[in-house]
């Protein structure tokens, strides 16, 4: 299912490097990016990305020469998030910034105390 709706966005860096990683490999080269959100955790998802096919009842968000996928269990949570790369003097990588993870704090985790 192809749609022009605001799923997801993805800042310009953030798409100049998953146009660098796909394109840098023949295994890659031409995969749309699919990005999941999946509950549980202390942030309130599991993020993760990789280069995938298409699955019939995926949603496809084609921004910045990136085709994003988006399987039908994470599209509710990931509605409105933005996906960056974050270059800085600690290292670098890609961050998604999801509206609809609880607040730190919110979620009601004490830590890794195993409680």
């Known amino acids: 299912m192809a749609t022009t709706e605001t799923l997801i966005q993805i800042t310009e860096k953030a798409a100049a490097e998953v146009i660098r990683l796909r394109d840098g490999s023949d295994e890659t080269k031409g995969k749309p990016l699919r990005v999941v959100a999946e509950p549980g955790g202390c942030g309130g998802f599991h993020h993760g990305m ?23 269990l994470s599209r509710d949570n990931l509605k409105g998030a933005t996906i960056d790369f974050i270059d800085g003097p600690h290292g670098n990588g890609f961050k998604i910034d999801n509206p609809n993870a609880p607040a730190r704090g919110e979620s009601g985790c004490s830590g890794c105390g195993g409680h």
């Not at 990789?50 to 039908?72: A, E, M, Q, W, Y």
């Open 50 to 72: 990789g280069f995938d096919d298409k699955n019939d009842d995926d949603t496809v968000v084609s921004l910045r020469g990136v085709d994003l996928i988006v399987d039908p």
